[in-house]
């Protein structure tokens, strides 16, 4: 399963990247380039929305089957440390399911903001020409 979250967290950290790109001005002739460029990849970063979920329901299944130790007194030290270490990687897994879900919403959303922007210079463009 390690394989999964490792693949998880590139996809999160090139959509991250990919946002910081679009976002970061001085770029305005590397912008025309990095727009097609996302919109290329977005539907292929589509994939990524139900293999979250995927990753989600495995995270549920783990949590609902894993044995629990409620307190230090009624486990051994070594299945309370499994536990507690089972929870934190949990909530990592869901932080890191969130932030990719999050990252492919913004690179969507800026992306098409982008696209309209340039059709808006586009237009004024050429209502300039014509006047």
């Not at 770029?27 to 589509?46: A, D, I």
């Amino acid at each position: 399963m390690a394989l999964e979250w490792v693949v998880l967290g590139y996809v999160a950290a090139a959509e991250a990247v990919m946002v910081l790109l679009l976002t970061l001005p001085g770029l305005h002739m590397l912008r025309k380039g990095l727009t097609s460029v996302t919109l290329n990849l977005l539907k292929p970063f589509l994939s990524v929305v139900p293999f979250c979920l995927f990753l989600l329901a495995d995270i549920y299944w783990k949590y609902e089957t894993r044995p629990t130790c409620q307190s230090p007194g009624s486990c051994t030290p070594t299945e309370y440390l499994r536990h507690q270490k089972s929870v934190m990687k949990s909530q990592r897994n869901a932080l890191l399911i969130a932030a990719a879900l999050v990252f492919y919403w913004l690179l969507y959303a800026l992306t098409h903001l982008v696209v309209r922007v340039e059709q808006m210079n586009q237009r004024v463009e050429k209502l300039k020409r014509e006047d």
